[in-house]
T-cell receptor, first 111, second 112 residues
Framework: DAKTTQPDSMESTEGETVHLPCSHATISGNEYIYWYRQVPLQGPEYVTHGLQQNTTNSMAFLAIASDRKSSTLILPHVSLRDAAVYHCILREGVGYQNFYFGKGTSLTVIP | GGIITQTPKFLIGQEGQKLTLKCQQNFNHDTMYWYRQDSGKGLRLIYYSITENDLQKGDLSEGYDASREKKSSFSLTVTSAQKNEMAVFLC???????????FGEGSRLIVV
């Protein structure tokens, strides 16, 4: 039932900027775009989220297309600690409980 | 900041056995969730609770029971463990429904 499409895997070198794409062509007007990441033997970790405007925090920059049908998580200057599976998820506003996780993108960081 | 603690980290049981996983959060969040993650797959919602003593079924509730007796804790019971249920169970919480979820480290179920 995943409503987002992400590449299965990507690879980067330490210090580079990584662009992780996510397609969500059927997004509805009240759905937020969330990004989480997960490493083995840990639960998912919140990265960022947005509705329409680009957002930025200490972890990442989230670029949202003007039609909201796609988004890109931008990780500046990646380190080995950024190696994880990154999940792009759509979630409706208050009142809706479900949270569909797909397989995500496995990011490998090479020293 | 707060933390979500899941116990046990590994739960080993026999087929047909009733097994319980526990989750505690000190965020003072209203809503708590239980998800199941199978190897190499995404998360599927089992149960959630929007407040103390509330229970709502997710997509995967069959074969499971849940209990929210206190705001800070949410337990999940596998009513009759099966070998095809071996997976990681993740507990999460959020301030209100629809807000950012914070996850625990997971509990791995092993059925022998």
């Amino acid at each position: 039932d995943a409503k987002t499409t992400q590449p299965d895997s990507m690879e980067s070198t330490e210090g580079e900027t990584v662009h992780l794409p996510c397609s969500h062509a059927t997004i509805s007007g009240n759905e937020y775009i969330y990004w989480y990441r997960q490493v083995p033997l840990q639960g998912p970790e919140y990265v960022t989220h947005g509705l329409q405007q680009n957002t930025t925090n200490s972890m990442a920059f989230l670029a949202i297309a003007s039609d909201r049908k796609s988004s890109t998580l931008i990780l500046p200057h990646v380190s080995l600690r950024d190696a994880a599976v990154y999940h792009c998820i759509l979630r409706e506003g208050v009142g809706y409980q479900n949270f569909y996780f797909g397989k995500g993108t496995s990011l490998t960081v090479i020293p | 900041g707060g933390i979500i603690t899941q116990t046990p980290k590994f739960l080993i049981g026999q087929e047909g056995q009733k097994l319980t996983l526990k989750c505690q959060q000190n965020f003072n969040h209203d809503t708590m969730y239980w998800y199941r993650q199978d190897s190499g797959k995404g998360l599927r919602l089992i149960y959630y609770s929007i407040t103390e003593n509330d229970l709502q079924k997710g997509d995967l509730s069959e074969g499971y029971d849940a209990s929210r007796e206190k705001k800070s804790s949410f337990s999940l019971t596998v009513t009759s463990a099966q070998k095809n249920e071996m997976a990681v169970f993740l507990c999460a919480s959020s301030i209100h429904s629809g807000n950012t979820l914070y996850f625990g480290e997971g509990s791995r179920l092993i059925v022998v």
